[in-house]
Nanobody, 115 residues
């Protein structure tokens, strides 16, 4: 069964904002960490932001993106502000259930930033 489902990706103009959501079919409290990754065209997957024991951001999104969790709704968000063309990518949510030894991935949502 699909455990994580992303939504919110669309086409946006540079400087615009977008909020991505990742709905979990399990309690996100069971994840040791949750994170957003992205894969730009022709590039490998990279970590965008993660939260858990600590919160981290890729240098390229620092100050523009914010990762957050709504534990009541078992949903993770990625608020993206001041979007740039280089942010164009497929964005994936990730959850690591360390106790079960399983990493879950969503199928991705596409963000396109262009004029």
């Amino acid at each position: 069964q699909v455990q994580l489902v992303e939504s919110g990706g669309t086409s946006v103009q540079p400087g615009g904002s977008l909020r991505l959501s990742c709905a979990a079919r399990r309690s996100i409290g069971n994840f040791y960490t949750m994170a957003w990754y992205r894969r730009a065209p022709g590039k490998e997957r990279e970590l965008v932001a993660s939260t858990g024991p600590t919160t981290t951001y890729a240098a390229s999104v620092q100050g523009r993106f914010t990762i957050s969790l709504d534990k009541q709704k078992d949903t993770m968000f990625l608020q993206m502000n001041d979007l740039k063309p280089e942010d164009t990518a497929d964005y994936f949510c990730n959850g690591w259930d360390r106790s079960a030894g399983i990493t879950y991935w969503g199928q991705g949502t596409r963000v396109t930033v262009s004029s």
